[in-house]
């Protein structure tokens, strides 16, 4: 536990001294929203398709950390340094994910709201609640596969192209739970607690892949 | 004539319409067993080559190892 | 090294005589379905495709998993050529589904099926696998890697049929549910023939594999063992296990 709480600081101190990977993260979204709105060529959308824009833009902002995520370790030793230490090696996986997690919460306080001003019709004030488990569902997902298959990639020699090849289609459970679970919350009159089938989902694929992840981990970090 | 047999017994395959599709995927099917086929069938012949080869190699080495020792002078 | 050769022969008699008997069945015996008439002979194919490629990926995970538990490099090279046959299969699948779907539904590819969604998405993910194993040269973190990627991948299998079949309308015929089937008799017999028969393709094939690999292996380490280490020439990098 010690273990993941040093790592943990380690990575959350040195973004918080060289801020690369947050706001790189943030400024994409935001973009990205811009692009919808021409793409899309819509002043508001809302409903399923407002879900489905912001779910696939929060995954390709996800996609930029995922990428950074194990760079360090990998350049400086890290790995190297970790494997000596009499620690728990999974406790790597655990530190990273959270902060990856933690990562993805920052972008989401403020690319959510950017997204209810610039392209979101309904307002986000009655769902927000049901919004805020539905992304954080999805958070602890994107988290878990992010750093797995961070720690994949940065191994092998085509880095930045096997994490996404990999990552995508994993995590498509996910993202069909986070936009379907998000589509009736961002409906004109829509609900405001989202539709239990795909929370389910969510926690469902949550469990099973932290725990799944938890076990293999060790068998990427030997030597 | 067993071929006609065969025709007799068979349904009436409706090539014309819902056939053609029936057709194509079996014939998909086959394709790829036979281009699997294909593809063994060259590994074969090459691995069989190498062991050739291989053969040849052992041969050669001892041929020249017999041809050394007759060289060697007795001491 | 165990030898894949045997048996192949009687497993390869085995599968020909089941899949002849599934055609036979097929053609002759099975009846005509009220909705979608003659096309849905199809489903005695692409169904049965379907389920081996999905069980053949399962199976890569579980021989990855056993890979990572002794690390015996015989169970990498089981677990590469299983999912390597499972995706073989998979387009197969792939194919035959586009044209089932073109004869049913009058287009090549219907996004609210949800079984054939679910594939494709396990087919775009498994196809990483080979490129993913190229892209690491040293060869024991390779066959790590990609143990880790089959075990994960083979876990996906499940999980995302649940979330895509939840996702999307129940276009797709659902023949095979979770009670048995409402198959009738005659449909299901043949429907059972012809799984066999492409279950026992699969481990033939998969055998067959093996076997030429285990060859091309021994011909190498006889060659090394016989004229030492310089006779054999280096293998380039490849995806494959060696």
């Known amino acids: 536990m010690r273990t993941v709480l040093t790592v943990l600081r380690k990575d959350l101190l040195l973004e918080l001294r060289g801020f690369e990977t947050l706001p790189a993260m943030v400024l994409f979204a935001i973009v990205t929203f811009v692009i919808f709105h021409f793409g899309l060529n819509q002043d508001t959308i809302d409903g399923q398709l407002a879900a489905g824009v912001l779910t696939v833009t929060l995954l390709f902002a996800a996609m930029l950390g995922i990428n950074r995520l194990f760079v360090a370790e990998r350049e400086q030793g890290g ?59 999805g958070d602890v997902a994107l988290a878990v596969i992010g750093t797995l298959v961070s720690a994949i990639a940065v191994q092998t020699r085509a880095r930045d192209l096997i994490g996404p090849i990999i990552g995508l289609p994993l995590l498509l459970p996910a993202l069909i739970g986070m936009a379907r679970g998000a589509g009736p919350l961002l409906a004109a009159h829509g609900s405001t607690s989202p539709p239990a ?27 | 004539m067993s071929l006609g047999a065969v025709f007799a017994v068979a349904p009436a395959l409706p090539l014309h319409s819902a056939g053609k599709y029936v057709a194509g995927a079996y014939i998909v099917f086959v394709a790829i067993l036979l281009i699997y086929v294909g593809i063994m069938a060259t590994r074969l012949s090459r691995t069989e080559r190498e062991l050739a080869e291989l053969r040849r190699d052992v041969e050669a080495q001892r041929a020249a190892r017999d041809a050394d020792r007759e060289r060697e002078p007795v001491a | 090294m165990t030898t894949y050769g045997r048996g192949l ?99 090549w590819w219907v996004w609210s099926d949800p079984t054939l969604t679910s594939f494709l998405i396990v087919m775009l ?75 026992l393709l699969y481990v033939t094939l998969w055998k067959y594999e093996m076997a030429a690999k285990a060859t091309r292996m021994q011909v190498r380490a006889l060659r090394r063992t016989l004229l030492g280490e310089d006779s054999v020439a280096p293998l380039k990098r490849s995806a494959a296990p060696s």
């Open chain 3, 9 to 107: 022969r009687g497993l390869s008699l085995a599968a020909a005589a089941t899949i002849t008997a599934a055609l036979a069945l097929t053609f002759f015996y099975a009846p005509l379905d009220a909705n979608q008439g003659f096309i849905q002979k199809i489903f005695y194919l692409h169904v049965p495709l379907a389920i081996t490629a999905l069980c053949g990926f399962v199976f890569g995970g579980v021989l990855g998993a056993m890979y990572l538990r002794t690390g015996d490099r015989k169970w990498d090279i089981r677990s590469y050529v299983a999912i390597h046959m499972a995706l073989i299969f998979g387009i197969g699948t792939l194919l035959t589904g586009t044209i089932w779907a073109k004869a049913s539904w009058g287009h």
């Open chain 1, 79 to 137: 790995f190297d340094a970790f494997l000596l230490a009499p620690v728990d090696r999974s406790a790597l996986l655990v530190a990273k994910a959270t902060a990856l997690f933690l990562f993805l919460v920052v972008l989401e306080v403020i690319a959510v709201p950017a997204f209810g001003l610039l392209l979101l019709g309904p307002s986000l004030g009655p769902p927000l609640l049901g919004l805020i488990a539905v992304l954080l569902l």
């Open chain 3, 125 to 199: 993910l498994f196809a990483t696998y080979q490129p993913l194993r190229f892209s690491i040269e040293d060869p024991e973190r390779q066959s790590r890697y990609a143990a880790v990627f089959a075990v994960v991948a083979g876990a996906f299998v499940p999980l995302n049929f649940i979330a895509v079949r939840a996702a999307q309308a129940y276009v797709h015929p659902r023949v095979l549910t979770l009670t048995g089937g409402n198959l009738p008799g005659a449909m299901r017999l043949t429907f059972l023939v012809s799984l066999v028969g492409i279950v």
């Open chain 1, 197 to 223: 089938r795909w929370v389910a989902i969510l926690a469902l694929y949550d469990v099973v892949f932290a725990l799944l992840s938890y076990a293999v981990f060790d068998f990427l970090l030997e030597d």
